[in-house]
């Protein structure tokens, strides 16, 4: 079945870095969009970016562009969200989802199919 695995979440200071991956299996790994979004109790999913696994044309939200960069390794069908600059507000649970490519590109959660169980980034100030 299709699982995406979501690792790399923890506790940081304000300032730092971390690198989130997922790896992705169970289904075939061109031809999709796999996105990362983040939830925080009580408000909705946000989409933040998603990279087209054959072009690896990347799309951001408009709100962390500059801050997140999105990446994969087909060979490892695992894809990466490097955050820098980290704010308080950026605490949240962070998922990875996957959905065959569409147009026009979107990071609207609910075009996307498959997601895995996340993993929480905490950051402190």
């Known amino acids: 079945q299709v699982q995406l695995v979501e690792s790399g979440g923890g506790s940081v200071q304000a300032g730092g870095s971390l690198r989130l991956s997922c790896v992705v299996s169970?289904?075939?790994?061109?031809?999709?969009?796999i996105g990362w979004f983040r939830q925080v109790p009580g408000k909705e999913r946000e989409g933040l970016a998603l990279?087209?696994?054959?072009?690896?044309?990347?799309l951001y939200a408009d709100s962390v562009k500059g801050r997140l960069t999105i990446s994969q390794d087909k060979a490892k069908t695992t894809v990466y969200l490097q955050s820098n600059s980290l704010k308080s507000e950026d605490t949240a649970k962070y998922y990875c989802a996957a959905v065959r490519r569409f147009f026009p590109r979107s990071l609207a959660p609910g075009r996307f199919n498959y997601w895995g169980q996340g993993t929480q980034v905490t950051v402190s100030s």
């Open positions: 990279i087209d696994t054959d072009t690896e044309m990347p």
């Open positions: 169970g289904l075939t790994y061109s031809g999709n969009y």
